[in-house]
């Protein structure tokens, strides 16, 4: 009688094991699954999000293309050249180069309300080592129109050394790089992408950027 109560005993025993490590088994199989749902779900969903940046980003260059030729259309570039080069005075449109300057940062102001990714827009002239004529800043804190006296050269700038042959009606991308201000780079280190096209005057000849 005792030794099969040891014989059950054992029996019940060993049961109980297999019972525990296939219990065990299957935990850590469920386990295995559940961690490799969850990588291919995050898998997924980074490739889903990786998807979407492009395609706005894709936009958003669009947009960038579609601004740039239209607004180097308008006419304050021509009456800031004609003012420019009759000393601060547009005969053609009855202006001064300060009245054309303002009509333009009106411009740069309202395509960047439209636009709050711009952090951005200027004309910059060839003339005294590529001098910034007008220039309209955003950040966090709004849309700011520079002082004629913050107004830089930028002719160190390898987006203006690059585009110094650009052919008219053509757009320049630059490579995606930290913003700089008087040749260093800013405190908010903001990636920058920058459009550029040359500015030409009534007769066809580069003005500027």
């Known amino acids: 009688m005792q030794l099969k109560m040891n014989i059950k005993l054992q029996m019940i025993l060993l049961l109980l094991v297999v019972t525990l490590f296939t219990a065990a088994v299957t935990s850590t199989f469920a386990l295995q699954r559940l961690q490799a749902m969850s990588l291919a779900r995050s898998e997924a ?8 940046m492009a395609t706005e980003m894709t936009s958003v260059l669009h947009g960038l293309e579609n601004d740039s030729y239209i607004l180097i259309e308008t006419p304050p570039f021509q009456g800031i050249i004609n003012a420019h080069r009759n000393g601060g005075y547009d005969l053609a449109g009855n202006s001064t180069l300060d009245q054309w300057r303002g009509r333009l940062e009106e411009i740069f102001v309202s395509a960047m309300q439209q636009r709050p990714y711009y952090t951005q827009m200027r ?20 849309i700011h129109v520079s002082e004629r006296d913050l107004l830089q050269p930028k002719h160190k700038e390898y987006y203006y050394r690059e585009t110094q042959d650009l052919a008219p009606d053509t757009l320049y991308l630059s490579p995606i790089t930290l913003n700089r201000e008087f040749g260093v780079i800013t405190p908010d280190r903001t990636p920058t992408v920058r459009s550029v096209m040359t500015v030409l005057d009534e007769t066809g000849k580069r003005f500027g950027l």
């Open 123 to 142: 004309f910059i002239s060839d003339a005294d080592s590529g001098q910034e004529l007008v220039r309209v800043n955003q950040n966090s804190l709004g």
């Open 45 to 52: 969903a980074f490739i889903g999000e990786t998807k979407l």
